[in-house]
């Protein structure tokens, strides 16, 4: 499928070290010209669900700053895009949880937002696990709360839960698991 | 749940008229001074999943600039934040397959990026439904299928369907009506 959006020119606008906001001139699929503001992610997000051999979860509750929210979400970091996003996935779940896998699943692959970010994210599934201490950043005030995968669905299902990667991730593991 | 972010000035560093994009200098919850680059978005973003009453739904197929990737996604589009958000759903379900609807149900808000973003979408069920003429934008190029709701949710599951918004709605409606 050919490209329909043609890019004349583009114009930087910021950075940080987590994304970066370009301007670009384009033509838009009609032939008239246009701008499109383009946020780029610096880093791959990463979504991770334990699940242990009793069916139970891990959720993350933290106070969203752009939202000005508290979110309950899966455990969930950001990967540098020149790391391999298994080994990302890992260091979050030990980050955030203390916890290590030994089976890990690739479950999904997801755009978060497209219509303005180029943000890609995956969803690992993690089993067999072996609990340990938490090493969270400094950026991070967190709390983690273990409960039934069943119960975590049911938070999604009921609302409670409105992080997109937290909906989707637990929503198709539960398909996959028939939970 | 008190903020345990402080924001202590903002500096505005971007604006169009979908987007603006924010530099906030904060003290993090540890105590340290820090940034913050947020993005606000001036649109809900709205998706709708249309079925009929053999169970089909139907999906729409564009290139999405940012990814420079072709997707396929439920119906959606954007609502300004001053419209009522079924309002601006029934328009984009309308400008975009044709379809009005008789029976509207809400089924998720969902924050889609919220590390960066303050992004919110919402979710329809729309049922009772007539066909008619679409009105795409001049922006879009898009193609539009109708296809059985299971199907859709096998896209989902096989990881053809990557956008956010259309595997959280998808999966969320599949369960709830048990397809």
Redesign the interface.
């Known amino acids: 499928?050919e490209?329909?959006?043609k890019t004349k020119s583009v114009l930087d606008?910021?950075d940080?070290p987590?994304?970066k906001?370009e301007?670009?001139q384009?033509v838009?699929?009609?032939g008239?010209d246009?701008?499109?503001?383009?946020?780029h992610?610096k880093n791959k997000?990463l979504g991770i669900i334990p699940l242990d051999e009793s069916g139970n979860t891990w959720l993350v509750g933290q106070?969203?700053?752009?939202?000005?929210?508290?979110?309950w979400e899966i455990p969930m970091g950001?990967g540098p895009e020149n790391e391999d996003v298994l080994k990302s996935a890992q260091r979050e779940l030990k980050e955030e949880t203390g916890i290590t896998a030994i089976k890990w699943t690739k479950i999904?692959?997801?755009?978060?937002?497209?219509?303005?970010?180029?943000?890609?994210?995956f969803v690992f599934l993690a089993e067999g696990l072996t609990m340990g201490q938490t090493e969270f950043e400094?950026?991070?005030?967190l709390k983690v709360i273990k409960l039934p995968l069943k119960e975590a669905v049911e938070k999604?299902?009921s609302?409670e839960i409105?992080?997109?990667?937290s909906?989707?991730g637990l929503?198709?593991v539960?398909?996959?698991m028939n939970v």
Chains 1, 2 share one sequence.
Do not use: C
Request: net charge negative; hydrophobic share 35%; no cysteine.
């Open positions: 499928m490209n329909p959006w606008i910021y940080n987590w994304i906001l301007e670009h384009v838009i699929p009609s008239k246009g701008i499109y503001g383009k946020v992610f997000a106070y969203r700053y752009p939202l000005d929210e508290y979110s950001g999904m692959r997801i755009h978060t937002s497209n219509s303005v970010t180029d943000e890609e994210g400094e950026t991070e005030q999604v299902m609302g409105t992080d997109g990667i909906i989707a929503l198709k539960a398909r996959l």
